[in-house]
């Protein structure tokens, strides 16, 4: 019969969480360290599931980076990407965001064009 330890388990699950996040950010373990202002040999042992984080560390990660906590906590996977794309929006100030949503708007505008014509391309012509 398998003992799961609750502890070592749970603070494997945020190390790794954590480590997905730092990818996500296509950052190394130096480059997340600095930007968080914890230690590096400190955050392999968390990725590893060796230590904890404390929950002022966890403020730390969570305002560098513009992420909620959610997901280390809790490991709520409701889209990570659109979740961190909401947040760093919210952080701008009013006259950025709104030119984020333009920029955003048009992008949008010309995926779904570039994928109407590959659509149309694909019919057979009848």
Request: proline share 2%; net charge neutral.
């Amino acid at each position: 019969m398998i003992v799961l330890e609750p502890d070592k388990d749970y603070n494997l699950l945020v190390g790794l969480r954590i480590r997905e996040i730092r990818e996500a950010f296509q950052m190394t373990r130096a480059e997340f360290s600095e930007k968080c202002d914890i230690s590096e040999s400190f955050l392999a042992a968390v990725e590893s599931g060796k230590k904890s984080i404390t929950s002022k560390t966890l403020y730390k990660i969570c305002t560098a980076l513009n992420v909620s906590a959610d997901y280390f906590i809790l490991g709520k996977n409701n889209d990570f990407k659109t979740d961190t794309a909401l947040e760093l929006l919210n952080s701008l100030d009013d006259f950025s965001r709104e030119s984020a949503m333009q920029i955003l708007n048009q992008y949008v505008i010309a995926i779904n064009n570039v994928r109407s014509r590959n659509d149309s391309a694909k019919k057979p012509q009848t």
